[in-house]
């Protein structure tokens, strides 16, 4: 199978191990992933951003097959037994390939109403091992046990545990194809980092007993460096951005609200079982979670307009036309001191900080009460947070490794210089959300609180 | 308002006319494009297509916006009266969002099965102009018979004639964007031809008594023979791809087979309105109409999947699993004489092709119905067409033109090599469609058709 | 070997057959190539066109290793005996890295003066051959016999035919690179067609009882009816450029006024030795013909301009800072019928238009001694010629084929709509060159040949 | 004028303003530019990187046209005798185009062989400024008293310093240009920030009581701190690269060797005036100094390999074939202690390393030494040094800033959590250079100072 791709090219699964390809992807499971984007509502920032995580998913497959010509090359450094062979390869694929299988539609919402905390990941596991998908099937079809294997390499272990890290650890296929793929969508290009020279990059060391896949030498650090800041960037300026969190708060608005009616017993139109279930704090079933995609999600979101419900109907009205809430930045340890305490992560500001923060969304609150609203579902204090680069503090296999030429392998944090100034520190950007029609009440009542 | 795009990079829309965009996109009808594919079923063969036609509407008024700085670089050329003002680039840049407006999902085969031969075009003007659209209401928000004037120019109707060719003519914002755009996201670079080049390469001449955009110069000939060509090839690659055009044959089965049952009193469930009325040989409202969108007709193929008709119930399931149609290529021209012939355009031989085709048809329906299958549903003899460069006869504004100095203006076909040896000139790629269990029969009925 | 290219990317020379690279880099053959520009005097109209002749040996090369993988990929379909093994492997890739080593600056420039013919390919063959090189030393280092057959090879003779013809032919990897790297050099982006499609689309054929390299199936012909486009637009746009051609003329003005002081025995300063005796019409040595590079070319022109000839100094001068020849096109077959004749390639019309060339030439040169300039040197007819398409009539092994499952190969121009229009068109621009000043008298004198 | 360029695509100089740039082109200093690679010696390691200043000339100028477009957009936060003129749009674009002027080939290297420390820049404005260059005649031709303007811009001096802030400031169209298209051509695409967004982004603002270009707003903080990150990078792995750094040190041994010639009245033949000069102490002439370009020095090195002088004749045969020392990377903070202390810039601590490291080039030299060779001209110890962002320490209108609406401007290291990890910390990359020959004694005699 030939395939063209906006962000790799020509996508070629022909090899013996890519016949897994074919049966998955003729799976009811897979397909569905086309009916779930990428990015949930970051379309409504960047318009461009309509991709799919079936076209991701095809993306970190394509992209394994790209490692797997890595392995080969570097391949003499490793003890036969640890080769990759062509179970690992199909192995390794079909995870690849799966490994967003359990995502939903603005999914990691879904999971805060779900009781007991399911992450898509244990979907993925669950939609992978339950023998009544076409999934299961299509897996046990290609190789007895397979289906097992691979929702354990979902979990991180394998026999060949390298190959279980790159589907899923701090550097793997599936970070590598959605950092290139959401840059390019969205048209912002922060995280387009060299592929090519990361893949070349790469050779095998030993770290605490274990093999594992490291950067080969000095000349291997900028794609690693840069697929860390890409990172962070499109952090930033995608995942982060304060339009697509506001748009997740009226999502979690609308989920609040329309669980608080099925509790009382006036449960809305349409309501996909899935959430009906999640509402009740009843188990979801596998086959209710999987009716769930943007389709059935922004269909029912659209009924809800009309419902008699005058909150649900007005949330349900604001997403369509793209109504949100205002965002207001809050202090930040820069604004604190711009002289030079920031990035000290000085416990105790921080503390204080996250003080006023509380103190923000608790007046704002009391703003949006006076107006006759529904304050818990209008009024959220949101604060982003991302880690560019963190590293086990001791050293193990999980971390990354820099392998330097008659010299013990060293922590990619002390061979890069921009990691390692990088290393641990955290950035957090703070907001107040709230209606637009609140905005000037809100700013007085937080006079005292805000930066000059 | 500044967006990125992953086609155009930074698009800004930030002048005075430019407020117009606004307003507009905050329609129900103008959001509603997002929920359309912008290249329907193509996704199902280049996973990257999956782009809207929001994205595309926002892409066509940004050229626009690039047009009007060139149209401001070369105004001296005009008299005052013809030289763009706020008004004509307001209107225009309205058109250009909305020019696209009328779609619906798969819109082509939806048109098929409408009364009355409805194109998507005048969905479009209906819905610009119905007082009852929020679209309307934002126009005369903006300026008082607005609606009427962005509706004609639509149609070709406008003071400034040369600026409705640009939002509908043989070179206009439309395909100025759908050909970067479908060649971007399908990952198939043919269509990507020089945006800058061609703006900078316009010019205006006067032909039959008519301002006309046209090429300045010898040297404006590559990037329009480049965007005339790059069709081409979207065209035989993309749009008239076989596996797009064989999961055309299955909704074109679908709708035919929901037709029937809703004529005979067996309407399938979760039936659109639009597509009831339309079975029914009724007017279809453009409330119902409008209601369409990619979710509405999925969710309902997929409900139809459950269905008690088993024919209906057969299409639905074949198409969520991508079971499309099996393709053979018919005899053309090229291999009836392939020393010479080729490109006669001789009626009589085409007409002998026509013929032979129409055989191959009927021999293979023959075929299925003794199989047990609706042999009208399941085969169908599929012509594609294509004329990469057509130019009037006449001498007419209709036409492009070259602007030699010193010398009356040439026809473009003319001035360039290429696309004189291609003018008028027409490609047709015949197939026959049928379910791939029948492959072996009809290629023994039509052994003697099929070249050797 | 790992480098990094602007068109490639990642250019990796890590196999066994690349260990060729090594050594054949470091001669002082391949080294003199970084000293000529590939464009010669491109940059001067396309200030990014800077590259070197060495670049471009590497972009070669490194088609070549691509071209191996898809070979590779390929063979099971060719008889054991003619299948890519390691001597091929090698004398392919050297071949490839060494096919432009007889370029000097400006080289069909420098063929026009030598006696006897020599083209640039009898330079490369005997800087090869001779064992005096450090390439010869390097080749036979490497493989005895070796710099034989990679000469023969370079000549079309091989026991793998179809790697000769790779090296060099219709479709071979130096048009391959140079097409991408010149678009992508001169900004031009014409030329850029698609690369690895290209090479996907390669298969093995047997025509006229040889194996051929050949398109694979209909979806094989975009990427090379794109490729021979791209090739006509280069042609149109940059290699026929009218201002490199106009500094050509200045080139030609000068070798050939320091021929005539050669003879006269006024030898201009500086003159390098393979001018003087290609002058005096002697045979030039490889070793004098190797010391000619841009360098040595340039700072000969350079001191010219003080030289006490006049005429060489003034043309000297000219060059140096950029004031060329002024170009008039002349009337083609498009002025002379816009309504249709175009293409129609009737000899008497051609006839009667070189007739006409001719004519503006003589009366163009009457205007010139009348000034009193040397008319011979400063005034041209140019006539720049491109046929985009070509196939033999004969069915032979040169030509290209499509392969087309179940039946016999098919010719390029019989499987493709563009290739067929264009089979064995071409295209003249034909142009006056001359000095500014004499414009007006010019266009005076030739009023009644020019186009309305 | 308009141009095409691989890194900006289309470059168009036809304002009033631009009128400027055709007559500075048309001059011999200008055009002395094209015989000038932008990188030196760097393209012996990336191929491609062969472009010239004057192609970056030419960018830089671009990039100033793409900055007034920004500031007539933000002028009315100006008073009116702050906002770009005519005049200051004429001076700017010259400044631009003209800023690299006085650099000679390798020109640093030649820098530190000149008597007085004379930079680059001096020799831009003595160029500018001395009446009998063209260019000089060509500014007093657009507008009297245009040379001194220009030539003080390019200090820093004008009445509008925004604008000679960005000809030559930390965020200048000098790098704005050069980190893109070196970048381009090294085929390493670090440095490919996002200059559209970045120009977008500014905003003026008032600082220290005068007028700044500045950052505008958070959104703005991505492009600006992906171009000093890329400019990091590109230090790291182009100008800093161990084989060009490598290349320099023979060139350094050609001048010093030369020069020991020169002053022993043994100069080698061939030799540039004005390398002449400088060895013997003297002057350099302006008309010397511009006679160098690659092509002069070139050819020299290339004669030079038939030198009496054993030594010089070895030096440059070694650097015509790319026969370059090699590198040993000697101790770091990083490799010192891995464990936390990097990054600390303790001072006790690196001054440690800094004996280490001149011990590292004794033992080496004696190595040299016993070896019968040059020690000082043949092993060099060589330290690259970047710091990726440098901020001053007091409020000045020399830093960048961050304006931020209903805030005072905030340093952009107080607002960029990258920039403000990284703000004053260097980077030092530590090797020593020497002939291949001498690798394995100096590892035996270096072997305890070494990391293990």
């Not at 086959?287 to 005058?310: N, T, V």
Request: negative net charge; contains cysteine; proline residues 5%.
């Amino acid at each position: 199978m030939i395939l063209r791709d906006p962000v790799h090219g020509l996508v070629d699964f022909e090899g013996d191990a890519e016949r897994v390809i074919g049966p998955l992807l003729a799976t009811r499971e897979v397909q569905r992933l086309r009916r779930i984007r990428q990015l949930g509502l970051t379309s409504l920032v960047f318009p461009g951003a309509e991709h799919s995580r079936f076209a991701h998913a095809v993306g970190a497959a394509h992209v394994m097959t790209r490692l797997f010509s890595r392995l080969r090359a570097i391949e003499n450094a490793l003890p036969i037994e640890h080769r990759l062979d062509a179970e690992g390869m199909r192995d390794a694929l079909a995870a690849a390939l799966l490994h967003d299988l359990g995502h939903g539609p603005f999914s990691h919402l879904f999971e805060e109403v779900q009781p007991g905390d399911r992450h898509h990941e244990d979907w993925t596991v669950d939609a992978i091992r339950d023998p009544g998908t076409d999934v299961h099937r299509a897996l046990e079809g290609i190789s007895s046990g397979m289906a097992t294997r691979v929702a354990d390499m979902l979990r991180g272990r394998h026999r060949l545990r390298y190959l279980a890290r790159a589907v899923s650890g701090t550097l793997d296929v599936d970070r590598a194809d959605y950092l290139l793929r959401d840059s390019h969508m969205t048209g912002v290009r922060y995280g387009l980092y060299d592929l090519d020279w990361l893949l070349r990059a790469l050779g095998f060391g030993e770290v605490a007993g274990e093999w594992v896949l490291a950067v080969e030498g000095r000349k291997g650090l900028p794609p690693i460096e840069s697929f860390f800041l890409g990172r962070h960037f499109m952090y930033q300026q995608v995942y982060h951005h304060k339009a697509t969190r506001a748009a997740e708060a009226l999502i979690r608005g609308l989920f609040a609200r329309a669980g608080e009616l099925v509790r009382e017993g006036r449960a809305p139109e349409r309501l996909p079982p899935a959430l009906a279930s999640a509402a009740q704090g009843a188990t979801v079933s596998l086959g209710d979670y999987l009716d769930l995609d943007d389709a059935a999600l922004l269909s029912c979101f659209s009924s809800w307009e009309k419902s008699d419900d005058a909150v649900l109907a007005d949330l349900a009205a604001r997403l369509r036309v793209r109504r949100l809430p205002k965002t207001l930045p809050l202090p930040t340890e820069a604004d604190r001191d711009a002289s030079g305490t920031r990035g000290a992560n000085d416990t105790e500001e921080v503390g204080a900080l996250d003080a006023v923060w509380r103190e923000c969304e608790r007046r704002a609150r009391e703003v949006a009460t006076r107006a006759g609203l529904r304050a818990d579902l209008e009024v959220r204090l949101d604060v982003a947070e991302d880690t560019p680069y963190d590293e086990p503090s001791e050293p193990t296999a999980e971390g990354l490794w820099v392998l330097i030429r008659h010299r013990a392998p060293q922590r990619l944090g002390d061979a890069s210089f921009l990691l390692g100034e990088l290393r641990g520190k955290t950035v957090r950007v703070p907001r107040l959300l709230f209606p637009a029609e609140l905005r000037e009440p809100i700013l007085s009542a937080l006079e005292d609180l805000l930066p000059a």
